[in-house]
């Protein structure tokens, strides 16, 4: 229980923390192929990850239930991606290669807006490593531990990059390296309270784990194809993005059929 606690909570942050920590040592920072490439792969783990990690489990976990199995499913995924959609359309936020800010005007500065943004994206995947661990500890068949360690290490993998291309455009945004480090950081620590939100709604009842599992299959497929493919598919190299999502989904897909 103690291990697939810290491995729900902090491998993901950690491997954030991880990426973050490379704007000491790229002092260039990253070419356009590469972070199209890591965009894409990040992607491709989170398309895999809603699937076999989420969904599936979810339509497990509703089987003999007073429903059709793909019913919580469904309302749990359509209600993470209206969540996300709420959250993209109210809160002021602006994406790093961005010009233009989305959301509600407040006249917030460009560095908040951009802290929002990377909370928006962040969120979900914590979600989703909690959604996995509440499942765990309520004792449902479905769910072992190595499912726990599977989703989280391949949210950590992926996050390692992610936290590369967070912190480096705010290097030419103005901010000195370790404030950049630090602020890459903090944001990655939206994820273990993520986490520990879906804990605490399955905690209330149990019941509802399945619409919990298939909520954040749905959040983190909101990111996807709101942020993540899109930033891939602009200007030169779309193809190289498009490749990195294979080899994620892929790797995804394989850590969970093997180890999960």
Partial sequence: MVIAVFTALIVPFAGNTLG???????????????????LGFAAGVMVAASVWSLIIP??????GGPLPAWAPAVIGFLAGILLLLLIDHFMPHLHVNADEPEGMSAGLKKPTMMLFALAIHNLPEGMACGAVLAGFLAGDANIALAGVVTLSAGIAIQNVPEGAIVSLPLVSNGYSRPKAFLTGTLCGAVEPLGALLMLAVTEVATPFLPYVLSFAAGAMVYVVTEELIPETQQGKHTNVGTVGLAIGFVLMMVLDVALG
């Fill in 58 to 63: 979810s339509l497990e976990a509703s089987e």
């Fill in 20 to 38: 973050a920590a490379f704007v000491f040592f790229l002092k260039r920072g990253m070419s356009e192929r590469f972070q199209k490439a890591l």
